[in-house]
């Protein structure tokens, strides 16, 4: 059951209140009034400790000492680990051979255990269930979960405290969970909320377009965060009240990263840069509107910058 407000309070103990930035040079480049929110500021370095946070917290007191166990290559399983450490309870991830060692590190340092498959989702759902079946772990998917998306819809909650008068909110759309988070989050705000989403990893928006979730594309993408496929539960949501999601390309996005981390002196990772990608390719749809950008992480490999 989805429950943003119980979520804000659970979790409100063990995460930031994130702050929202804002540049007069973008606001010029937008002809806009932009708010910037910087989960890339949260801990783990991204809105995804949200999410793994309310998760975690639910657990039943007999649950919790089982540990926790999800599969990821990025922001998720650092952020389940870190929250695991919260209630002093084991987190063991599975990892894909050929995940950037940048994360595999931040898993480790926040306590996880890793456990490394082939590069396959095949391989990941087998290694994983292999691990649940043998120690009764519980397992916390990384967005198509009630308690994922509830913890996720707090960044709204947020955004609706800081800034009056809001017109749009766009949030990047990957597997789902923040976007449809956030939607939950804005309701009955008024607030006409986007998902921003690469063209080579464009399965939400056909699927928005098409009334059916695409289950399987073949992503191609600079936005490593964004190659997951739209989950089930996000795109029910998604379908109900999204206002739309908007394609951007990789091209656009390297430049907004850019723009970000000169203007904004934010460290973001693409995934995050897409969202100004996304209003100014579509400048002239959202001139003179107060707009909300969700910066959904900053956990990027300085070695591999692309400017």
Same mark, same amino acid.
């Given at each position: ?53 309310? =998760? !975690?917290?639910?657990?039943?007191? /007999?649950? #919790? ?8 290559? @990025?922001?998720?399983? *650092? ?112 607030? =006409? !909320?986007?998902?921003?989403?690469? /063209?080579? #990893? ?8 098409? @009334?059916?979730?695409? *289950? ?92």
């Amino acid at each position: 059951m989805f429950d943003v407000a119980a979520a804000q309070q659970r979790i409100a103990p063990y995460i930031h209140r994130t702050p929202l930035l804002q540049s007069a040079l973008l606001n010029d480049l937008a002809d806009a009034e932009l708010f910037f929110k910087c989960e890339n500021l949260q801990k783990v370095g991204a809105f995804k400790a949200r999410g793994a946070c309310n =998760a !975690v917290l639910s657990l039943s007191d /007999e649950d #919790a000492t089982k540990g926790v166990a999800t599969h990821s290559s @990025g922001n998720h399983g *650092a952020a389940l680990a870190w929250a695991a450490a919260i209630r002093d309870i084991p987190a063991t991830i599975v990892v894909p051979r050929n995940a950037k060692q940048i994360k595999k590190d931040a898993i480790s340092s926040y306590g996880g255990r890793i456990v490394e498959c082939e590069p396959t989702l095949s391989a990941r759902e087998s290694t994983l269930a292999e691990i649940v079946t043998e120690s009764g772990a519980n397992f916390i998917p990384p967005y198509d979960d009630d308690r994922i998306i509830s913890g996720q819809g707090t960044v709204a909650l947020e955004i609706v405290d800081q800034v009056q008068n809001l017109d749009v909110a766009i949030t990047p759309v990957g597997g789902g969970g923040l976007l449809a988070g956030c939607l939950l989050g804005f309701k009955d705000t008024g607030t =006409a !909320v986007f998902g921003a989403e690469p /063209e080579g #990893a464009d399965d939400a928006y056909r699927s928005l377009k098409q @009334g059916t979730r695409i *289950a399987s594309h073949s992503p191609n993408t600079f936005c490593d965060g964004l190659l997951t496929t739209l989950g089930e539960k996000n795109f029910d949501i998604i379908c109900d009240r999204v206002t739309d999601v908007l394609l951007v390309s990789d091209e656009a996005v390297v430049e907004a990263m850019a723009l970000i981390w000169t203007r904004l002196k934010l460290v973001v990772e693409p995934s995050a840069a897409i969202v100004l990608a996304a209003i100014l390719r579509h400048k002239a749809q959202f001139r003179g509107r107060r707009i909300a950008l969700v910066l959904s992480g900053g956990n990027v490999d300085l070695k591999g910058l692309p400017f």
